[in-house]
């Protein structure tokens, strides 16, 4: 197996310790890359698949960089409804 296929495994058993940098793999393994919208763009990030131009987009989690369960479950939803998942 994989670390793309076992990072995707841990993302859909919902973790509640699942960080913003193990979400940046799993986008980037799925067609995603991180775009941020300039130098005042604060903590807001955005992450676009280039194939169908799908943007998703959340705040950075601070202080810690564990995400919220309910980002998981947003981000979760829209990659479903895209076919990503």
Do not use: C, W
């Amino acid at each position: 197996m994989s670390k793309a296929q076992k990072l995707l495994e841990r993302f859909l058993s919902k973790p509640s310790d699942f960080t913003f940098d193990e979400l940046k793999r799993l986008l980037a393994s799925r067609g995603y890359r991180e775009e941020k919208t300039g130098k005042t763009s604060g903590s807001r990030i955005s992450f676009i698949n280039e194939r169908s131009k799908h943007v998703i987009r959340l705040h950075k989690p601070h202080p810690r960089p564990v995400l919220k369960m309910y980002q998981i479950h947003q981000i979760m939803e829209e990659l479903k409804d895209k076919g990503v998942l």
